[in-house]
Structures are given as C-alpha cells and as structure tokens.
C-alpha cells in the first residue's frame, strides 16, 4: 500500500456493515490488524428470545475478556471513542427478528442490551413478512408494520439483505426512517435470487438509506474466480444507480465457520433444522482475491485510487455513510 493509501486508510472511520463470524480472540486480532473502527456483528440467525438473551451475555464475555481489542457500540458517540483508543467497536446485530417471537416490547429490551440493526427476515417467513428464499413473498404483515414502528421509536435500524423483493419494498415505504440493505450485491450484474433490483437500491437511497456491499462469492458473476476488481466493479454499479452517499461496505466475512461444517448447515435450513434452503452448507466458496480475509480490507483504498474515486467518495464509502445512517437511526424518540 503506497504511503498515501496508507495514511487515507488509516484516517478514516472503516465500518463494516455485517460480518457473521465464529466470534474469538484471533477474529478480534484479525479485525484491529484490518484497522476496522465497527463491525455490525450478526451471526445470530434462527435463535428465539432466550437464544437471543444467550447471544447478549456471550457479547458481554468477550467484551470482558478481549478489552483491549473490542468494546461494545451502543451509540454513535461510542464509535469515535473505538476509533480514538485503537479498538475495534462491535455493534451487535441480528440476521432475523426471531427473538422478538410475537412481542413488540422486546424490541425495546434487546436495544437497552445494545442490538442496534436487526434484519426483518431471514430468508423464510416469519412474524413480519417473508425472506427472500420464501416460496410465496407475502410482503410486510400487519405485525410487521408495528414492528418497524417501534424499531423507529425505540432507535433501531432495519436491514433488509435477506429480505424477499415485495416485503423489502414494503418495509422501505412503511419505515419513517432510513433503513439499510447492509451486505448485497446488484441483480443486475448477476441474475441471482439472492442479489437485489435496482429500484430497491434507489428506494433505499430516497428514503435515506444506505447500501453495503458483499464479498459473497455466488451473488458475483465471476463466482469463486472474482478479484476485488470484480468487487469494485459492482459496488461501481451501486454507486452509478444511487450516488456516492448510499454505498458502503458489508463483507458478509464467516470467519471460523468451516464449509461444510455445523453452523453453515443450522444457518442453510428454515428455522436452523427444517428443509434445506440452499447448498451454501456444502459448497466451496471463496472471497474475491485481494480482499479474502478481514485483515485484506486496507487494500479496497489503494484500488479504489486506481479507479480515480476521490478521497471524498472513499471515506464515505469506507464508513461515514454508515454513520450517517446510525445517526439518523439509532436514536430513540422521546
């Protein structure tokens, strides 16, 4: 990395707006070698209320037992303090509102406990509205109005990465705040289930939102043979639908989660045991090379430069959008 990419990198907030980890010590190490100021931790998937509960109280043993390396988020003047004192800020999130079951007050519970963004859905059905792998996409349900209500009441961001097309655009009109699609990439450039349309991204981006870009190898059209270039090339994309003020960063990093292997199987069945959903589980699949593992993340600077994006555009992306977003999210209303 030359000097100027160096110091660019190194200034600038970086937020990584979902990794799904097996969450230890060497991830924590990888993560401050990366120099990444938040990361939206969200491995959490299929888990009801007490499951849910556990996933707190397991965050607040690693923050204990990795102080210097992590400390929790739990609002946005938290995240200049992470950046400050060389840790690395761990926002906790969700891939599913399972743990909410059917009550609307444990939304206020869990953000009290530090959950900031919550995905709606995780791939099928549930309470509010159907994922993306769902057999029928029924779209947002009347519960499912409540519960965006009272996320943008109580300060919580929705993330809609998962979420099938109807559902997401319904929620998108619904929410009176931004809400975001934190780890995707453009059906446009490759034809998958998985990837979103463009008027989604553009109705993210007016209603405020913000748009994180994945390093998920079958949502690229180059598969497992994809460079960061290929990478760059789709969040070039996004960047040319919505503006530079609506892109950001989300990996979708699994460090830890072997393939195949316990947690990829739970994560690639409805409701963590009933039918298999896709192959994920058993298929061999490969990060863009350049930016494979989390401590490759410095090198999107010096690639961004050699595109001629300007300083300006590459912080934003890197993390000021995300805050942004935060800042408009996660406060609750009085």
């Known amino acids: 990395m030359t000097r100027d990419a160096h110091t660019l990198y190194s200034n600038s907030l970086v937020i990584d707006g979902l990794q799904t980890c097996a969450w230890s010590r ?25 499951e849910g509960m556990a996933y707190i109280r397991t965050w607040e043993q690693l923050f204990a037992d990795n102080a210097d390396l992590i400390m929790p988020i739990r609002n946005v003047d938290d995240i200049e303090t992470a950046k400050r004192t060389g840790r690395t800020g761990i926002s906790i999130g ?26 709606l859905t995780y791939n099928t059905q549930n309470y509010s509205g159907a994922g993306y792998l769902e057999l029928r996409d029924s779209g947002l349900t009347g519960f499912g109005r409540e519960v965006i209500a009272e996320m943008n009441r109580q300060g919580v961001l929705c993330d809609l990465s998962h979420v099938g097309d109807l559902t997401a655009a319904e929620v998108i009109e619904h929410s009176r705040k931004p809400v975001c ?30 748009i994180g870009l994945s390093l998920f ?34 990996t979708d990093f699994s460090t830890g989660h072997p393939r195949p292997g316990p947690w990829q199987v ?10 298999q959903l896709t192959n994920f589980a058993q298929t061999v699949i490969r990060k863009p090379a350049g930016i494979a593992t989390i401590t490759e993340t410095p090198n999107l600077v010096p690639a961004m430069l050699r595109r001629g994006w300007s300083e300006t555009r590459i912080t934003k992306i890197l993390g000021e959008n995300w805050l942004r977003v935060f800042r408009e999210t996660w406060t609750a209303e009085t």
């Open 217 to 250: 190898a079958p949502g690229l059209k180059a598969g497992n043979d994809a460079t960061i270039e290929d990478y760059l090339d789709a969040m070039s994309y996004v960047l040319d639908v919505v503006g530079e003020n609506h892109v950001a960063i989300g």
């Open 94 to 119: 969700w891939q599913n509102t399972s743990p909410l079951e059917d009550r609307l007050d444990y939304i206020r519970l869990f953000k009290l406990l530090g959950v900031n963004i919550m995905q």
């Open 26 to 50: 060497p991830v924590f190490e990888e993560m401050r070698a990366a120099g990444l100021t938040v990361v939206n931790a969200a491995s959490l998937l299929w888990e009801n209320f007490s």
């Open 266 to 275: 739970w994560a690639n069945r409805d409701k963590g045991y009933a039918r």
């Open 181 to 210: 699609i934190s780890h995707v990439l453009p059906r446009a450039l490759h034809d998958v289930k998985r990837n979103k349309p463009d008027d989604l991204f553009r109705a993210c981006a007016a209603k405020g939102g913000v």
